[in-house]
């Protein structure tokens, strides 16, 4: 019997899903997806075709016209829209302004939410967002709720963003607290640890020593799927 497993990863802003999720999956030769750049691939879109984060019924119209395509790249994951790589214009301050409200949309959760199950349909696969334990993949034998303080979280991006654009750490930090908010507000599959999920704390801990935690209960699991 197969002995691979899914593990879903969920948290807020900065709390290294993204950065432990590809460390785990490289570690277990599993597939790492990350959701929260399908949700950036469409406010991306969105901002192209001028439709305001708030528009339903156009973001409805466009969730029918455009492909989002996740594939292996060089140095990570890369995103396609339609075709074009669009890895470097997802990251952009105007969509992460705009990424929350634009989940927010039941239109495009369901299409999303519908092409992450397809994805994780064979096992192996180490998933990060905001809905992967509750929602898209309620039967993952790991999941993991990854938290650290709202502090913490706006000093790792003002480091990853150092040479790179100048934004106050209070202004960041303002940022991530408001899309804290919106995330666990909105109706539709909010930001929310799943009841068997696992709470990890990354203050403190080092990208390796999160990756170890992750890694231990991995291999319980996959122990008692053998
Ligand atoms: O990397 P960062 O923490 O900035 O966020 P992300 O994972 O790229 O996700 C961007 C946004 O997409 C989040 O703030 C959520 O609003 C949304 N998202 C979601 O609603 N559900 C997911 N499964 C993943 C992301
Ligand atoms: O995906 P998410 O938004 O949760 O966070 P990330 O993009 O993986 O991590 C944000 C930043 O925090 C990255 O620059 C990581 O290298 C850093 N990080 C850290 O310094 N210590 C950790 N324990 C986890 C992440």
Redesign the pocket.
Known sequence: MSSRINVAI?G????G??TVARKVAQQLGYVYI???????AV?FAANRAGIPASGAARLAELMKTIEIALEPGPDGQLVRLNGEDITTG?RSREV?LQ??E???HEAV?VK?VEM?RQLAAMKGIVM?????GTT?LPNAEVKVFLIASVQVRALR?FQELSGIEAVPIEQLEKEIAE?DR??ES?EI?P?TRAQDAVVVDSTELSIDQVVAVILDLCRTKTVEAK
Do not use: E, F, H
């Open positions: 969920d807020p802003a900065g709390a899903k993204s990350d959701t929260g750049a399908m949700y950036r406010a997802i992460t990424v929350s634009i989940a927010s959760r999303l992450q990060d967002g905001r809905d992967i898209v991006r899309r919106s995330d909105r599959s930001l």
